[in-house]
């Protein structure tokens, strides 16, 4: 199924790929971005807008597998511009993926004009969209122009290349696609992440002394909580996470998987608990089905194995014991007492965030400011009580929906997708999963649901160009 022409830049007879021009595109910028100084921002920008458009032009399979690579290494590559060219507070260089995936935005409008009603998949985009326009204009209200714009442009942009996928995209297709991009980007950053534990370089270490996030650990070798080539720990745990399934339960030869390993101990390095209990969540979802419970037998196994390796027989083993033991303390956990906090100081506010405050750019690294952890504390706060619950069943329509498909449909690609979204139903009280890279990860894998029995869609998906 094709969205248009292909591009006739060609490498001998061939196009040039989507992922090979992001690569490109990240290497040339992280060369060249010292001797560019701050230009090198504006560009890294314009050459993302068009590499979404050129990947676009390949086809959705492509252009997912594009936009992995975007995401995964375009922080790297702002830590390594800022080093030369002065730390920027806003990230500029961030937003360039963000407008890779409005690419296929353009297309929607044929969708919008048509006669059929919108596809059951379709409604929570739809909803959330809503909720998202009702933030936006609590913060124009407030005269807050940047929060405004920055807030919805990263929830907004995941739904809508959410939207485009089911408009146009096929569910195996762009697993399959999948899982070699992350076979490819895994051990890259797993890599990184180790090397950068134990001894952080040097435009990681000028990031962290600047960027105020209490998160990332300290500056010192053996102080990181890794965030790799990403933009902090949950980031990269997040995206590693969801990776490691799609790899894992893909139809790779088992041998590939081994390649994998440095991210999973990175994984560990990140000390990045949420996403550990996803990871653990979606292979025992893996467990209930025909299909994949072999494999998630092995790959449960082998997990094990790697826990015990790194908290055994490496030098960072007591930090990973530790963290590991905090999981059995409850409520006498510091994380769980500080979002416990969150809800008391939510509810003693003078109208208990009824309506909600709009988005907020505040730094949780700043005095005095509030911390935002999880989904139900960051809708109540932003878009108030009412609308803020709307906002919530619509995410827990859409993660409830990956689970009911993988049940009726037993497929190996379908159970994938309901594994991610086991874990992002565990993330959801406990993490941000609709903005910016958290939303692209959580919605392009939620709605890819266009091979699901026909009675889901109401009728056969519409293409757009």
């Known amino acids: 199924m094709s969205v248009g022409a292909v591009p006739a830049f060609r490498i001998g007879i061939w196009p040039l790929p989507g992922w090979l021009a992001a690569a490109a595109l990240i290497v040339g910028t992280a060369v060249l971005g010292g001797a560019l100084g701050g230009l090198a921002k504006p560009l890294f920008v314009l050459g993302c807008a068009a590499l979404g458009w050129y990947a676009w032009q390949q086809g959705a399979a492509s252009h997912l597998q594009s936009m992995l690579v975007l995401f995964a290494f375009a922080p790297f590559v702002r ?78 942009a995941p739904l809508i290349y959410a939207a485009a996928l089911i408009a146009h995209a096929d569910r195996d ?142 030098p960072f083993g007591d930090m990973i014991s530790d963290r590991f033991a905090s999981l059995g303390e409850g409520a006498k956990d510091g994380s769980a007492q500080e979002r416990m906090d969150e809800f008391v100081t939510l509810w003693n506010m003078p109208d208990s965030s009824l309506i909600g405050s709009g988005f907020t750019t505040t730094d949780v690294g700043s005095a005095g400011a509030m911390p935002v952890d999880g989904m139900i504390v960051a809708c109540w706060l932003m ?11 619509a995410l827990v329509w859409a993660a409830l929906t990956t689970l009911w498909v993988a049940w009726q449909d037993g497929g190996a690609e379908a159970i994938v997708i309901g594994a991610l979204g086991c874990g992002a139903l565990v993330r959801l009280p406990l993490a941000n999963i609709t903005s910016g890279e958290n939303g692209f990860f959580f919605w392009t894998f939620a709605v890819l649901l266009s091979s699901a029995p026909r009675f889901l869609h109401g009728g056969d998906a519409e293409t757009i160009s």
């Open 383 to 393: 878009m108030g009580i009412v609308v803020g619950l709307v906002c919530l069943t």
């Open 173 to 314: 297709e762009m697993v399959q696609a999948a899982a070699p991009a992350f076979l490819i980007i895994l051990p890259i950053i797993g890599i990184y992440g180790i090397f950068q534990y134990v001894d952080p370089p040097s435009w990681d270490i000028y990031w962290m002394q600047l960027a105020s996030i209490p998160s990332v650990g300290q500056p010192v070798p053996y102080g990181v909580r890794t965030f790799s080539t990403m933009n902090g720990p949950a980031s990269f745990a997040t995206f590693t996470a969801i990776g490691l399934i799609v790899v894992c339960f893909s139809r790779l030869r088992w041998e590939l998987l081994l390649l994998v390993c440095p991210a999973a101990f990175a994984l560990l390095l990140s000390s990045y608990r949420t996403a550990w209990i996803s990871l653990a969540v979606g292979i025992l979802f893996c467990l209930l089905f025909n299909t994949t419970r072999r494999k998630a037998g092995f790959i449960l196994v082998g997990t094990v194995a790697v826990v015990v390796l790194a908290a055994t027989l490496t």
């Open 79 to 156: 830590r390594v511009v800022d080093l030369s060219a002065g730390f920027d507070q806003s990230g500029l260089l961030l937003i360039g993926p963000m407008l890779a995936i409005l690419a296929p935005a353009p297309g929607l409008l044929r969708l919008l004009n048509s006669s059929r009603g919108p596809s059951p998949v379709m409604v929570p985009l739809l909803v959330v969209g809503g909720c998202v326009a009702y933030a936006t204009a609590l913060s124009i209200m407030q005269a807050d122009w940047m929060s405004a714009a920055s807030g919805a442009l990263k929830w907004t």
